[in-house]
């Protein structure tokens, strides 16, 4: 009973150390492609929707840039918000030929985020 038990621990001890080295190379690429959304949105977005989402800058203004943290963004699913930035519309351009499809992809939870910072901000009555 015991050598069972020890070749068990010895199964999963190798099982654990071969899925550290992946587990280790997934976080820092993850935590990356959050890193590159923001700053693609930044680079891309921020002029018309603002730091904040809210469409609120000069140039949003004048061209009737949506607010990301209203109830009709937090609606679109994250296909919609894909065809959206990929495709254009209304006044917004397409950047799908200035963004590939990952980049446009690491916009998605950047997006999304607007809609929970408005959420968890609302202060109750």
């Known amino acids: 009973m015991f050598e069972r038990f020890e070749r068990n621990a010895r199964k999963y001890k190798v099982g654990a150390m071969t899925l550290l080295p992946l587990i280790l190379f997934a976080f820092p690429h993850i935590a990356a492609a959050q890193g590159d959304g923001q700053k ?42 894909h065809t959206q930035i990929e495709q254009g519309k209304g006044n917004m351009p397409p950047f799908g030929g ?18 929970k910072k408005a959420a968890g901000a609302k202060k109750p009555s």
Not at 51 to 71: I, M, Y
């Open 40 to 81: 693609l949105y930044d680079a891309n977005c921020a002029k018309c929707h603002g730091a904040d989402g809210t469409g609120n800058t000069v140039v949003g203004k004048a061209v009737g840039a949506k607010d990301l943290n209203s109830p009709e963004a937090k609606k679109l699913t994250d296909a919609e918000v």
């Open 98 to 115: 200035t963004l590939n499809k990952a980049q446009i992809d690491s916009l998605i939870p950047i997006v999304r985020a607007f809609g």
